[in-house]
């Protein structure tokens, strides 16, 4: 997904990629228009590939998008020497922590990205570049916007929404937050956009209609839409979809892909000393524990035995030499999650029949016995089937205790509290905009 053609890569970044955090670390460049950079059909295809690009950073394929949020909950523990993340790993994030910071400004550099490929490409006039490849575009852009501020919205809540490029300085960078509300709906209209658009390609590592309506689902789940949330679920499993024909972990939606040249250190990161490996992040005694007898899971996430200490297996591809060339994916949405959303969906809606039948889908993939929902079960018996099913795959278990109400009773005695509810602001971003007001976290 990396851009090959260095020269227009190095155009469209100079001109294109600095959020609204990293604008006051850069003079403005006011040589070249920025429309120069995105004028035919090829460099719109290039810009694009940039915000692909964006979203494989170093320093959010790691603590971005898995291992920050892991470390905040009983899945994983910070067992690197990093002092800024073993903040997360004691529960105890200071606002002026740099490596959240990074992370909130790679977020934002992947979004102002998106913002120039949708303000530009629709304008772009060349032959043969026909406005259904334009819209495609664009919708993967939006649909890549989506997912980045979904990700802002479930950890920090209310933050800045930025629609618009950033291509100057000054007041235009004083960004006030919005409602998470708003947020919510930008996010729907984004991934509403890419299923009315995207022209649909069968690769799991670009933006399609299915993992549009899938991250239309996640939405719906987190906002306790439940019927839509169903729905769409339903939409993207198709009629009479069996999880147990799919084995484990290759049932992938939506995921970000790695090549040789373009790699990754996750299996580093996870990986222990013995293996060549960092290992930075380790599995918590908790999640270790919520495993059953007989799951055939535990052997594809898990190895307790081998070594000293227990590591994670989502990402294989130890030891040194791997790194930085690891093609180990982030498995950003599979179909056991639509399953999993389906079995939630229809319980809070009563259809305790409909809820186990999609429910003890994933069960009987992992060689456990069924078990019949109702009332008084589904909520504990979901939320331990989804921090098993999804372990190291990302921030689903942080986002999943807090919105069932379930993160002081189950992480207080790690050190939750109430004002862990949502992470600070990154303090730098708010000491250099006046309209940024800080959160009401725990050490803000």
């Not at 989804?386 to 942080?398: P, V």
Request: hydrophobic share 40%; aromatic share 10%.
């Amino acid at each position: 997904m990396k851009i090959n053609n260095f020269l227009i890569l190095i155009i469209i970044s100079s001109l294109s990629v600095f959020s609204c955090a990293d604008l006051d670390d850069v003079s403005p460049i006011n040589q070249i228009p920025t429309e120069a950079a995105i004028t035919s059909e090829a460099s719109s295809n290039a810009a694009l590939n940039g915000v692909y690009s964006e979203i494989q950073d170093g320093d959010l394929v790691f603590d971005g998008w898995l291992a920050l949020a892991q470390f905040f909950t009983d899945e994983a523990d910070a067992t690197g020497t990093f002092p800024t993340r073993l903040e997360f790993g004691n529960l105890n994030v200071f606002p002026a922590n740099g490596t959240m910071g990074t992370v909130f400004t790679d977020l934002y550099d992947v979004i102002n990205e998106a913002n120039n490929v949708i303000a530009l490409v629709p304008g772009v006039s060349e032959d043969g570049f026909t406005e259904e490849e334009k819209n495609d575009i664009v919708a993967q852009a939006r649909f890549l916007r989506a997912q980045c501020y979904l990700h802002l919205v479930t950890l920090w809540q209310e933050v800045p929404l930025v629609l618009t490029p950033t291509v100057d300085v000054g007041e235009v960078l004083n960004v006030a937050v919005s409602s998470q509300d708003e947020i919510y709906n930008q996010i729907r209209a984004d991934l509403n956009d890419a299923v009315a658009n995207l022209m649909n390609p069968t690769s799991t590592f670009r933006a399609s209609q299915q993992s549009a309506n899938a991250f239309l689902a996640r939405v719906a789940l987190y906002q306790e839409n439940w019927s839509e949330a169903q729905s769409k679920a339903q939409e993207v499993l198709g009629s009479g979809f069996d999880l147990t024909g799919f084995p484990y972990l290759s049932d992938q939606i939506y995921s970000l892909n790695f090549t040789s040249n373009d790699g990754n250190l996750l299996g580093f990161f996870y990986g222990p000393s013995d293996l060549g490996g960092r290992y930075s992040c380790g599995p918590n005694p908790a999640l270790i524990a919520a495993f059953e007898p007989g799951d055939a899971r535990f052997a594809a996430t898990l190895d307790t035995s081998s070594f000293t200490v227990a590591y994670g297996l989502k990402y294989p591809s130890f030891s040194a030499a791997n790194a930085g060339v690891a093609t180990d994916p982030i498995y950003f949405i599979r179909h056991a999650e639509m399953v999993l959303i389906a079995a939630e969906a229809a319980a809070e809606q009563g259809d305790f029949a409909a809820a186990s039948t999609y429910f003890n889908q994933v069960r009987t993939r992992a060689g456990l016995p069924e078990i019949t929902l109702d009332a008084d079960n589904y909520v504990d018996a979901i939320l331990k089937e989804r921090f098993t099913e999804f372990a190291f795959e990302g921030s689903q278990r942080l986002i999943d205790l807090r919105r069932r109400g379930k993160a002081l009773e189950v992480l207080g005695p790690l050190g939750y509290d109430a004002c862990d509810a949502v992470w600070p602001l990154p303090q730098r971003d708010v000491d250099r905009n006046v309209n940024l007001q800080q959160n009401n976290c725990c050490n803000c």
